[in-house]
């Protein structure tokens, strides 16, 4: 069951930017997330916690993301972004907005998948090689 709808997934160029976005279906739900994130899956891949966000804006990436993705918040719009830039090929995937509803900063800052208790369905971004 899905609780939040993430939106902006497009095939770009190598290089090229793209901004996804995640609103929870519920929007009296967004007070309750002390955490919210993005992961992504590629063909036969795990998934990958790429960044996510504390409600204070304490932001934390994957390696593989530094500098290149900015995550961010709007506590008005009750509106999760992923800006990417620099995209390459190996960002290809199925990104999944997340959000746990534990009060841990720990559980934000590893970025573990199974810490995470509210996802949306995903949103396609391919990067032609």
């Known amino acids: 069951e899905e609780h939040l709808v993430e939106s902006g997934g497009d095939s770009v160029r190598s290089g090229g930017s793209l901004t996804l976005s995640c609103t929870p279906l519920?929007?009296?739900?967004?007070?309750?997330?002390?955490?919210m994130g993005w992961f992504r899956q590629g063909s036969g891949n795990e998934r990958e916690g790429v960044a996510t966000?504390?409600?204070?804006?304490?932001?934390f990436y994957s390696d593989s993301v530094e500098g290149r993705f900015t995550i961010s918040q709007d506590h008005a719009q009750n509106t999760l972004y992923l800006e990417m830039n620099s995209l390459k090929p190996e960002d290809t995937g199925f990104y999944y907005c997340?959000?746990?509803?534990?009060?841990?900063?720990?559980?934000?800052?590893?970025?573990?998948?199974?810490?995470?208790?509210?996802w949306g369905q995903g949103t396609q971004v391919t990067v032609p090689s």
């Open positions: 966000i504390l409600r204070d804006g304490t932001t």
């Open positions: 519920d929007i009296l739900a967004w007070a309750g997330y002390p955490c």
């Open positions: 997340a959000a746990s509803v534990a009060n841990s900063r720990s559980f934000c800052r590893w970025r573990l998948s199974a810490n995470f208790a509210d």
